[in-house]
């Protein structure tokens, strides 16, 4: 006699599982806890057999039916519906190994333990946002440029050209690492430019000073008379033109004074990649005076109301805006000055590059080290901080002869 819906629901569980048939095959299987799974007998290949059709009530009792049928229409054209059932299974487990979104997490579980973690969240979250929900779910070898570029145009749209051609570059690195692991055999990024289809993006620059307002800039820093921990900040950044951040993030467990070494940790750094600054004998002195300021037990410039936090990042730039630099001059500015002075002063290149802790794009850069030519650059850091004191002696012009 069929299952009715009412049978279904009154149907208790005893000692030992237990059937209750349906028609054509169709049971429902009581076990002793109480479970009831649906289930269809059937022969093939003289053999009986058992296909499991889901749970009840999650699966109605019109759901099993249709489903029954199914399965008998593939048995009359020869077709097992079990192995059928687990050949469907596998088709969707490698269409979601072989997604762009899959291949997206793994490329970013090796590529973010080189850098930091700041990077590495903001990266995956910008494929979340914006890369996800357009491809995600597209096998990797199904991706095209015209569907990379679609992305792009679409982020532009909404004002974020930078971050438009980021996503791209992102997208790339994922199908670069999809060729790698033999996924697909061409990176289609590579066939099209973001700049072939996305507005022309100009660069910005931060405000810097020429070198020949360094002097006077540097006196103004001497005789700031805002937060004292301000000014020795203004100086430590002129002498080891650090970004902001990584300043004023600064611990004390970070600095080796007797090797003369500043040592920060990757998970500090905008490239991920750990860094060293040589300690010049001028910046030695400013630490000293740091010290001797009050400086807090684990930073170097702690907040002037919360002393277990770092100063904001406004403080070096707003301190500038009260000296008449508003426009003219910005922390990450001294970096700019630095460069083009070192390199006027005639030191290498790519001395200057590593105390930079650039990142150029190149195969080279990727084997850096973060200890190169470590004698060398103290040499050079020394000879910076020697060049400041001069500049700071410069007179100003109204004062020559």
Request: hydrophobic share 40%.
């Amino acid at each position: 006699m069929p299952l009715t819906d009412t049978a279904l629901r009154q149907a208790k569980p005893t000692e030992k599982a237990r059937r209750i048939s349906d028609a054509k095959g169709l049971y429902i299987e009581i076990s002793p806890s109480g479970g009831k799974l649906w289930r269809m007998k059937y022969r093939f290949g003289g053999k009986e057999k058992r296909l499991s059709l889901g749970i009840y009530p999650a699966v109605s009792l019109a759901q099993a039916r249709k489903d029954c049928e199914a399965a008998r229409d593939l048995l009359a054209k020869d077709i097992d519906p079990a192995a059928d059932k687990k050949e469907v299974r596998r088709i969707a487990a490698v269409a979601i190994s072989d997604s762009f979104e899959h291949v997206a997490r793994e490329w970013h579980k090796v590529w973010s333990v080189s850098r930091s973690t700041k990077h590495a969240a903001q990266v995956i979250q910008r494929l979340e946002v914006d890369v996800f929900p357009e491809i995600g779910s597209t096998p990797v070898s199904k991706v095209t440029a015209p569907m990379l570029l679609a992305i792009a145009q679409k982020v532009e749209k909404r004002g974020a050209h930078d971050l438009a051609r980021r996503a791209y570059q992102n997208a790339g690195q994922v199908l670069r690492y999809a060729v790698g692991h033999g996924l697909i055999t061409h990176n289609v990024a590579t066939s099209v430019r973001p700049g072939d289809v996305l507005k022309p993006q100009v660069k910005k620059h931060f405000a810097r000073l020429d070198g020949r307002d360094m002097p006077e800039l540097l006196r103004k820093i001497d005789v700031y008379d805002g937060y004292p921990r301000t000014r020795l900040a203004m100086r430590l950044m002129a002498l080891t033109f650090m970004r902001t951040t990584e300043l004023i993030g600064a611990t004390w467990d970070e600095f080796d004074f007797p090797a003369k070494m500043w040592r920060i940790p990757k998970e500090r750094m905008k490239m991920g990649l750990p860094h060293i600054v040589p300690l010049a004998r001028q910046t030695l002195e400013v630490l000293q005076a740091i010290k001797d300021s009050g400086s807090g037990p684990v930073v170097l410039f702690p907040g002037e109301r919360d002393h277990e936090r770092h100063m904001s990042n406004n403080t070096i730039l707003f301190a500038l805006y009260r000296m008449g630099y508003r426009g003219r001059m910005t922390g990450h500015g001294f970096r700019g000055v630095a460069s083009t002075i070192l390199h006027e002063m005639g030191h290498r290149h790519d001395l200057i590059e590593l105390q930079l802790a650039h990142q150029e794009r190149n195969e080279t850069s990727a084997a850096y080290n973060f200890a190169t030519y470590l004698p060398q650059r103290a040499e050079m850091m020394q000879a910076w901080a020697d060049h400041l004191d001069l500049l700071k002696a410069t007179p100003q012009p109204a004062e020559q002869s």
